[in-house]
């Protein structure tokens, strides 16, 4: 399991995407450090005359443009190392000399697990250091009323939405091809941050089948609900949770205790049934 | 045994791979799997490997049934398509797959070099596979599958991409493994070297067995005669023919076929004593192919 885990880690740093994944971060980190330069000036120019105005503002950059788009990018290097991971072996019959070893079926899908896991887990740690001291080095005000417990207890959350998708991808990859998995996971990805959308939208307008709608999308894709449990986590004495809340009123939206629980169940769920899809596949 | 299997028989949906195949293969033994395109060998191999499962019946390979984990750590396996990791170095192939056999480190390195020896790829481990040749990508495949020092090994088309060297190298492998009383499954087109290293085969067809048995039992004691002989009269044929009813005679040319060795020398002085000139009178052995394709078009045509 160690072996097909340190070996998948190994092939996902080799991936050219990798190097765009890596390209697109740096990027990324360089126009985030931009934007909290300006706000920070425009801030101090203007003078602290509105400071709840001030810290919302903040927040909003933390939340959404640091945290919102880093979980975006965390989730996009996931999918691409994961999505052939077991798949593109299969097509290429690379797997023919490797799960003819005395390794059970089921230690190849979990070393799977393990090396790539471990590599978007860093990843995520990273991301999330790097945003958070971007914004302590820029002094946000909003880095002076976090709680150093709250932030790890944020990261944790952080670090789970990758392993969530991770997950699913693995599922798909010993189900499917990969092409189809790709279409899979990216779907259902989306899914979940419509859901989530149109569960927050519905809770504001009071409108029950919306609500539903999103519950129903959030199961199949829990994704959106570990990042509002990440932000919730951060940022619940301030209050901002969502990024299309901001501008109207702000509601609680920090998933529900239930909704938690099965996320957790989520992830050793898919790959329970990764592993029962693979156990008897016919290979050849 | 070290393989036996009863039945065996696996249909990919309602096409069938390959059926009712019952065989058993002794320790020490190099034991030919044979039969033309689409018969269902690899089908076969890769039930005993554990990559497809059977429809029906059943498989035992070093006495225990087909999927059990630990037994596989002295088993090797060359796959017909040899795909490996491209982007690994020779080196990482092979302590990765010495790492699924669960050697240890030291015993590993050791291993490593002596494989690395066997298949001449020595001062070739650093470079990546992906610009390796066909044949050092085959080689490299078959060094991982030596690792485990396997008392059984499965080879699918072992050679297939092998130069003539390669492929003597191949079979002295072979037999040096058998000397040492491991087990060997070869599945092989190239009839010539089957015919050479085997000591028994089974020859398949369209996923069921046709032929089966020792070497030699598979080749019949059968000889080819080729005489060239002149001033033949028809008397002399036809004393020829009570031989063989099928001889051809052409251009002072008589081909037949004896069922002894010992039938050769009545037929030359039957030559001799019609009258005939004899000018040339070569026996030679049933070929493994000449069997091969009589049995299959055989089969073909009923
Ligand atoms: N994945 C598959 N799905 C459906 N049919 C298959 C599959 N793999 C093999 N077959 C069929 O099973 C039969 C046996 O195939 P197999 O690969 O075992 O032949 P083979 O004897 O190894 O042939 P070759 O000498 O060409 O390697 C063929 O008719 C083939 O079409
Ligand atoms: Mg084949």
């Known amino acids: ?284 | 045994m070290v393989i036996e299997t009863e039945n065996l028989t696996k249909y990919y949906g309602n096409k069938i791979g390959c059926r009712d195949i019952t065989i058993s293969v002794g320790k020490g033994e190099i034991f030919g799997f044979l039969g033309p395109n689409g018969a269902g060998k690899s089908t076969f191999i890769k039930m005993l490997v554990g990559l497809l499962f059977p429809t029906s019946g059943k498989a035992f390979v070093l006495g225990k049934p087909v999927g059990d984990v630990d037994v596989r750590k002295k088993i090797g396996y060359l796959p017909e398509n040899f795909k490996y990791q491209d982007w690994m170095t020779g080196e990482d192939l092979l302590s990765f797959h010495a790492s699924l056999y669960k050697l240890d480190k030291k015993n590993a390195a050791a291993k490593m070099e002596e494989v690395l020896d066997i298949v001449k790829l020595k001062g070739h481990e650093r470079y990546r596979i992906g610009t390796y040749s066909k044949g050092m990508q085959q080689r490299i495949g078959l060094a991982c599958a030596l690792l485990p020092d396997p008392d059984l090994l499965f080879l699918d088309e072992p050679t297939s991409a092998l130069d003539p060297v390669g492929r003597k190298e191949v079979r002295d492998i072979m037999t040096k493994l058998r000397s040492m009383g491991k087990t060997v499954l070869l599945n092989s087109h190239l009839l010539s070297e089957v015919e050479i290293v085997c000591d028994s085969a089974v020859i398949i067809n369209k996923g069921s067995v046709i032929k089966r048995g020792k070497m030699e039992d598979i080749l019949e004691s059968k000889l080819i005669l080729e005489i060239h002989a002149e001033d033949l009269n028809s008397e002399v044929l036809n004393k020829l023919r009570d031989f063989d009813p099928g001889l051809t005679y052409s251009n002072n040319m008589i081909n037949m076929e004896i069922k002894d060795k010992d039938a050769t020398h009545h037929i030359a002085s039957i030559i001799i004593n019609g009258g005939g000139k004899l000018f040339e009178l070569s026996p030679r052995r049933v070929s493994l192919e000449n069997v091969f394709i009589n049995l299959v078009e055989g089969g073909e045509q009923r």
């Open chain 1, 1 to 284: 399991m160690i072996a097909i885990a340190a070996a998948s880690f190994k092939e996902a740093l080799r991936k050219k995407l990798f190097i765009l994944v890596a390209a697109l971060t740096l990027i990324y980190l360089i126009l985030f450090g931009t934007i909290n330069y300006f706000v920070i000036r425009d801030i101090s120019r203007e003078g602290t005359q509105n400071t709840l105005n001030t810290i919302e503002v903040a927040s909003t950059i933390v939340s959404f443009q640091g945290l919102y788009f880093s979980s975006m990018l965390v989730a996009f290097l996931t999918i691409i190392v994961s999505i052939g991971s077991i798949s593109s072996e299969i097509e290429s019959g690379v797997i023919h000399s490797i799960i003819t070893r005395p390794i059970k079926r089921s230690s190849y899908i979990l070393g799977k697990y393990l090396g790539m896991g471990v590599l978007s887990v860093s990843y995520a740690i990273f991301l999330f250091a790097a945003i958070i001291s971007i914004c302590a080095i820029f002094q946000l005000p909003i880095v002076k009323t976090l709680e150093p417990l709250s932030v790890m207890k944020g990261l944790l959350f952080f670090a789970l939405e990758p392993l969530a998708i991770l997950a699913l991808s693995i599922f798909g990859s010993a189900a499917f091809k990969t092409l189809s998995n790709g279409i899979f996971v990216v779907s259902i990805y989306i899914l979940g941050l419509i859901g989530g959308v149109m569960e927050q939208i519905g809770s504001v307008l009071n409108n029950q089948s919306l609500v539903s709608w999103g519950i129903i999308s959030s199961l199949i894709s829990p994704f959106d609900i570990i990042y509002r449990q990440m932000l919730s986590s951060i940022l619940s004495n301030i209050g901002v949770t969502n990024p299309f809340m901001v501008a109207s009123e702000m509601t609680n939206t920090a998933p529900s205790t239930w909704m938690l629980i099965y996320t957790f169940a989520y992830i050793p769920g898919l790959v329970i049934l990764a592993i029962r899809k693979f156990r008897l596949k016919d290979i050849s």
